[in-house]
């Protein structure tokens, strides 16, 4: 049986080193096998990101936390009244005039498929038990708490208020040109 033809070979390219190929062929296969081991079972770095924000010294739900943790999250998937819903209309729009309308349909696609990375994120965070074997976390310092605070300032405002940074960006694009 022939392995499995690479993108790169149905295209018409050959690898010109045996090498070569068989350390892009064993890459590929590890990637292949860690994309089938996440999607049947829960993915190691997602159940740990959730316990840090659901543990604190003595194991208990810090739900303020994992409040903001699941804004960030959501204005990362774009959902309106965020920044990041801000940032992604601002991008596709730009996009969309200058004709670029396939990539922004592509765009679109791709943080469909995000939002539901992030919705499991914080599914776990808020549904699942903690594990017995759960890690202790330090409670945050004033320095952490400080930063997160200040990016949730600056995800509601921008998310609610975009038309004066908005316009700044413009003038700046115009000051470069």
Known sequence: MSPTPLPAESL???????ALESR??????????????????????VTAAAQHVMVAGGKR???????IFAFFLLSFAGIPL????????AVFSAA???GAWPLVVVAVLSSLVAAFFYVRVIVL???????????????????T??????????????????????DLAARAGEFIR
């Open 125 to 143: 965070m808020f549904f699942s038990d903690l594990p017995a074997d759960a890690p202790d976390v330090a409670l945050p310092g004033w320095q």
């Open 61 to 67: 739900f810090r739900p303020l936390l994992a409040g």
């Open 145 to 166: 708490t400080s930063a997160v605070a200040l990016g949730l300032a600056a995800t509601v405002v921008l998310g609610l208020v975009p038309g004066p940074v908005l």
């Open 96 to 98: 969309w005039t200058g």
């Open 82 to 89: 965020t920044a990041g819903f801000t940032g992604k209309w």
């Open 24 to 45: 892009v062929r064993a890459g590929l296969e590890t990637v292949e096998q860690a994309l089938r081991d996440a999607t049947q079972s829960e993915a190691p770095f």
């Open 12 to 18: 018409g390219f050959a690898f010109a080193d045996e």
